[in-house]
């Protein structure tokens, strides 16, 4: 993207993702276009310029952080504020690995429950006494 103007298409494949998805960050307060441009049909094109770049490009990568949009809308709201503490960013952050950590928790435990499930299988019998079908119609919480 050069330092034109560009439209919401063109701003879209800059950062590789939709065009929905850019009016959808619009829609939350995210993102804004720079302007509008008047075509000959005076159908108002949406206009990006290089901030309305950075800052898309800043909200995929907090997403590819696992930040939820609400915590990046704090996260950009912390970066434009004159009494945030970078120590406020960094809470957001912890916040998010022990997030992150429960859900590592979480898939551990269900590779120990599958490996257990897959070792106990019968593979040459019928269905019907199959301990992997048997345990998840008895529930997952309950192995």
Known sequence: MNKNLNTIGKLAKAVNVNVQTIRYYERLGLLMPAGRKESYRQSGYRLYDKLSLKRLLFIRHA???????????ELLNLSVSPTAKCGDIRKKAEERLMDVNKKIDGLESMRTILKKLIKS?????STDPCPILKAIDKGVNTL
């Open 63 to 73: 997403r590819e952080l696992g930040f939820t949009l609400e915590e990046i809308k």
């Open 121 to 125: 299988c019968m593979s040459r019998k």
